[in-house]
């Protein structure tokens, strides 16, 4: 029996019918044969009525003084609305499941209210859905502490707790399904026609998330890796092949470009093969030669990172790129 982790951001999730894409995801992982759990996120994202920052302003609005024990209650309300809708759903298309919040699907995290870490998960629960033939659909991003308090894994847990129980439960693979195509060379937001990449490894992807790519989490990378577990990042509304995050060294030049907000100032990073690290850097200097943005230039053995004023970032990553890849 193999089983498949899928898990689904709020954008994923806005607006579900019968017609969601995320349907003809579900129902092609069932028709392969697999068993198959779901993690979902809030729905939608900041401005949507259920998407986490808006809950939270419920309570600011009240006071910004806000105990993180009554913080955890709210933010976690976001995905138990979600499974429970996406479990009506799939019943309405004849598809048995079971929404699960994540003390329900025995995810045991510490105390750290607000930004907990999983220590444990009791898969039992769900492996005995699994037997009945039913989906379990988990909340993601929550759990509970030994003295039953509500907790919340901090932002991107969603992500963790997908990867967490992939490992928990020995699952073959986990999906995460975005509004792209795959871990970009750089940012599309920044870089429309940027390049996708098919492969990469675990420290490779920590690297690229460490440092302003928001694909993934870090920490659930870092799951990954100790579980050995296949990632992929795919796309909700297209049939794409995706980024399969492995422990397949990267062959890779230039393995992606991140940048992050430092200050008033950005950090545009470059990642590397280290045999590549003199070669670009000559490259470098002469590409930014005279370019008063530039701040500094400060080379690593497995990146270089250019530090400028962010003002600036959109328009030098865009020639960087045509530069490094045209």
Known sequence: MKIIIQKYGGTSLRNLNAKSKILTHIKKCINEGNSLVIVVSAMGRQGDPYATDTLIQQLEKINNNIDPKKKDLIMSCGETISIAILSHLLDKENIPSEPLTGFQAGILTNNNFNCSEIINIDTSTIMKYIKMGKIAVVAGFQGITKDNEITTLGR??????????????????????????????????????????????????????????????????????????????????????????????????????????KGENAVLSIFIDEEYNSILLKDLKQFIYNNKNILDLVPYKKKISIILKEENISHFAQNLYDHLFK
């Open 156 to 261: 991107g847990g969603s992500d963790t707790t997908a990867v967490a129980l992939g490992g928990y439960l020995g699952a073959e693979r986990i999906d995460i399904f975005t509004d792209v195509p795959g871990v970009g060379i750089i940012d599309p937001t920044i870089v429309p026609y940027t390049k996708y990449i098919k492969n990469i490894s675990y420290d490779n992807m920590y690297n690229l998330a460490s440092n302003g790519a928001r694909i993934i989490h870090p920490k659930a990378v870092l799951i990954g890796k100790k579980f050995n577990i296949p990632i992929k990042i795919t796309s909700t509304n297209s049939n794409v092949e995706g980024t399969l995050i492995s422990n397949t060294p990267d062959i890779r030049k230039i393995i992606g470009i991140t940048i992050k907000q």
